[in-house]
Nanobody, 127 residues
């Protein structure tokens, strides 16, 4: 059973940085496409970014975070990271990581493209 655990959320001032971690158990992270999504209060969950599994190994980002957020993977730690820089209040949300063994480009930005989900971690950007 694949399980995902996010960590690293918290309160940060505008312009600050945070790094979220998504640690995978029950599977090898490089064999999964891992995506990040977020849900702000009163809004639908939205795509943030994704790293497709080895074999494709491509990065995808939402326009709203491109140039500020970076996804990376540490195979030795079975963990995918979301480095978030230059944060602003609009980035406040619960952030979720998700994983799927498939690597289908057409669904990498969709919630339906992922079978496994973490519990989420809160990120609050405020002064």
């Amino acid at each position: 059973q694949v399980q995902l655990v996010e960590s690293g959320g918290g309160l940060v001032q505008p312009g600050g940085s945070l790094r979220l971690s998504c640690t995978v158990s029950g599977g090898t992270v490089s064999r999964y496409t891992v995506g990040w999504f977020r849900q702000a209060p009163g809004k639908e969950r939205e795509f943030v970014g994704a790293l497709r599994r080895l074999g494709a190994n491509t990065y995808h980002y939402a326009d709203s975070v491109k140039g500020r957020f970076t996804i990376s993977r540490d195979n030795a730690k079975n963990t995918v990271y979301l480095q978030m820089n230059n944060l602003n209040p609009e980035d406040t949300a619960v952030y979720y990581c998700a994983a799927d063994a498939e690597s289908i480009l057409s669904v990498v930005r969709l919630e339906t493209g992922y079978r496994y989900w973490g519990q989420g971690t809160q990120v609050t950007v405020a002064s």
